[in-house]
T-cell receptor
């Protein structure tokens, strides 16, 4: 079945540094969603991208969908301690929904 | 209606026992999903309902697992003859439909521990 791979698995950054996580698929994706899960919490929906080459911004977060719709990235500018958590990408093809393995972000104050 | 509710929050059961979890989605949402998440992993798709119809079930889901959504509102997930490998967080999510900006709203989950 379709798999969505995420890198890196872990990332430690100093507060104020930037952070990027990447999501890659071997097949073309119909869409890509991004979620954030705080430690001990549940995934919270951030955004959905559907168009080839799409770029969306939410304050310090920038989301991109690749031209071939096989990859996506989430970039956080000037991280804060509130950004701590695991970031997941997810995509569906038909009724099958797949989550990536996640990138766990630690922000060092 | 403030979100997706799951009950219970925690369940400890002995191996071989049956357990049932409940999910109350956001009332306007016609789509309901069950996922399983183990430590350090992403949520794993289990099954999906549109209204009362179960439209998709993961091939990874054994026949010990069954889910229902009898009136298209709340849903139950039952695990029969639990095994230690069933220990995980069981997450329920709902959405109004697929499409632009309609992500899933997850509940807080039911953490199952099989001893």
């Amino acid at each position: 079945g379709q798999q969505v791979m995420q890198i890196p698995q872990y990332q430690h950054v100093q507060e104020g540094e930037d952070f990027t996580t990447y999501c890659n698929s071997s097949t073309t994706l119909s869409n890509i969603q991004w979620y954030k899960q705080r430690p001990g919490g549940h995934p919270v929906f951030l955004i959905q991208l559907v168009k080839s080459g799409e770029v969306k911004k939410q304050k310090r977060l920038t989301f991109q969908f690749g031209e071939a719709k096989k990859n996506s990235s989430l970039h956080i500018t000037a991280t804060q301690t509130t950004d701590v958590g695991t970031y997941f990408c997810a995509s569906n093809t038909g009724n099958q929904f797949y989550f990536g393995t996640g990138t766990s972000l630690t922000v060092i104050p | 209606d403030t979100g997706v509710s799951q009950d219970p929050r925690h369940k400890i059961t002995k191996r071989g026992q049956n357990v049932t979890f409940r999910c109350d989605p956001i009332s306007e949402h016609n789509r309901l999903y069950w996922y399983r998440q183990t430590l350090g992993q992403g949520p794993e798709f289990l099954t999906y309902f549109q209204n009362e119809a179960q439209l998709e079930k993961s091939r990874l889901l054994s026949d010990r697992f069954s889910a229902e959504r009898p009136k298209g509102s709340f849903s139950t997930l039952e695990i029969q003859r639990t095994e230690q490998g069933d220990s995980a967080m069981y997450l329920c999510a709902s959405s109004p439909r697929t499409g632009l900006n309609y992500g899933y709203t997850f509940g807080s989950g039911t953490r199952l521990t099989v001893v």
